[in-house]
């Protein structure tokens, strides 16, 4: 049975024979989620977890993360001791300054020679370790946030994709954030593991979702990497070659008979929790989709500065006077708010490729923004799993109804006022779109 684990829940064995802390249970398939509005321990949940796995890992075994940034020491820390027991440690980070902490003490433990075993890796300036590409004044970069154990507590091929940025800000502890641990699915490991090495071979390739590394299904999952290029003559905003887009255009609103709207007509439930959505035409078809039966809500994190942000969000609160009411838009404004979510992640429950009943989640570092689809080095990893799409519907639930959230409805307009004195003491690297 798939068992997982919930913000703050970090299941621990028992004790080890003699003296020493408790050792971490051995991993299985589930979801590890933050609560930026909690207690230290389950702000810190995702760091507290991946600690765990890395403090897990065997000599000999091998850990390999690419990430956007580091901010914080936690993390880097257990990736020092690992390398100092004996486990071949390789990181990425986009591009960053290699005397900075806690930069520094990686590149003094495991120096940059990527010939050896254990290694630390920066992209080049201004561009991606595959994506380089310019969109306006937006560059590429490795958006990244994966962690891949060969070995730790007990189980191999373990992937945990990640939300978060390693950072106390709110792109990390102080936002609502989400990991996915895959545990054994060696067809899925394998695919990452391979796009780590493209990673680390820095060679240029902006229709990498097309001709670089193929989607890739194996059992109940599958891994989409990027960039991904607009067709050919067509604008880089065009809806085509675009993932999320396909999905919902193999959305149907009706036909289930279990899941969905549980008020007995059973509609397809579309739920969308981003940082940004950017790409204007995803929201207008989330709009669409509601109009046609669906229920779609959404969370995000807001920027009234962005114009194709500004655009997206009406399109969502277009006005309609059809039954369905609109989509449900709950939303955290970048100014002044000291909470976001940061989460990225779709769930659809319902019919999907004419198949009803289906509950799947979509989880990664990909925004639905342009830089995210067209540009950067990222991940989105899809998972047909019950157990894991209850944790994330659970969870999603918990931010729309978080206090401090606001929110907006059918012909409204969405206000970034401000509600709150607090202001955040740290500056998040910037996520461009």
């Known amino acids: 049975m798939?068992?997982?684990l919930l913000a703050?829940?970090?299941?621990?064995?028992g004790?080890?024979?003699?003296?020493?802390p408790a050792r971490a249970a051995t991993p299985t398939t589930g979801a590890v989620f933050n609560n930026p509005l909690g207690t230290a321990a389950e702000q810190q949940a995702i760091q507290t977890r991946l600690v765990e796995l890395i403090d897990g890992t065997p000599t000999g075994s091998r850990i390999r993360m690419a990430m956007f940034y580091a901010g914080d020491t936690p993390v880097p820390d257990a990736l020092v001791r690992a390398k100092g027991r004996g486990v071949n440690v390789q990181v990425i980070f986009d591009y960053n300054d290699p005397a900075a902490a806690p930069y520094a003490s990686l590149v003094t433990a495991l120096g940059t020679d990527l010939g050896a075993a254990s290694w630390i890796l920066f992209c080049p300036q201004g561009r991606?370790?595959?994506?380089?590409?310019?969109l306006g004044d937006v560059t590429s970069l490795n958006h990244n946030k994966f962690f891949l154990f060969s070995s730790t507590l007990g189980a191999t091929n373990v992937v945990v994709q990640s939300t978060a940025n390693l950072y106390r800000g709110r792109d990390g502890l102080r936002g609502w954030n989400a990991a996915l641990v895959l545990v054994g699915n060696t067809g899925i490991y394998n695919a990452y593991s391979g796009y780590f090495d493209d990673l680390k071979g820095r060679k240029v390739n902006n229709n990498y979702y097309d001709t670089g590394r193929a989607p890739v299904t194996s059992g109940n999952a599958k891994i989409h990497f990027y960039p991904r290029q607009e067709s050919n003559g067509q604008p880089y905003n065009d809806p085509n070659e675009d993932t999320v887009m396909t999905a919902l255009n193999n959305v149907a609103c009706t036909g289930n008979t279990r899941v969905g709207?549980?008020?007995?007509?059973?509609?397809?439930?579309i739920r969308v929790n981003q940082t940004f959505i950017s790409r204007t035409y995803l929201a207008s078809k989330l709009w669409d989709l509601d109009n046609q039966g669906c229920y779609v809500e959404v969370v995000e994190r807001y920027d009234p500065s962005s114009s194709s942000?500004?655009?997206?969000?009406k399109n969502l609160l277009r006005s309609t006077s059809s039954g369905y009411g609109g989509p449900v838009v709950r939303y955290y404004c970048k100014d002044p708010d000291p909470v976001w979510t940061h989460s990225k992640y779709l769930q659809i429950e319902?019919?999907?490729?004419?198949?009803?009943?289906?509950?799947?989640?979509?989880?990664?570092s990909h925004n639905l923004s342009y830089n995210s689809l067209r540009q950067a080095d990222e991940t989105m990893l899809q998972l047909e799993d019950t157990a894991v799409?209850?944790?994330?519907?659970?969870?999603f639930r918990t931010v729309r109804d978080a206090p401090g959230i606001r929110s907006a409805a059918n012909g409204g307009t969405a206000s970034c006022a401000a509600t709150s004195t607090l202001r955040p003491d740290y500056q998040e690297r910037p996520e461009l779109g």
């Open 128 to 134: 991606g370790c595959i994506g380089n590409r310019t």
């Open 261 to 269: 709207t549980q008020d007995g007509t059973y509609r397809t439930i």
């Open 8 to 13: 703050g829940a970090s299941v621990l064995a």
């Open 389 to 395: 799409f209850e944790a994330f519907r659970a969870n």
């Open 309 to 313: 942000e500004v655009t997206s969000m």
């Open 15 to 20: 004790l080890s024979v003699g003296v020493g």
């Open 350 to 364: 319902g019919k999907y490729y004419g198949v009803p009943d289906r509950t799947i989640t979509y989880v990664g």
């Open 2 to 4: 798939i068992s997982f």
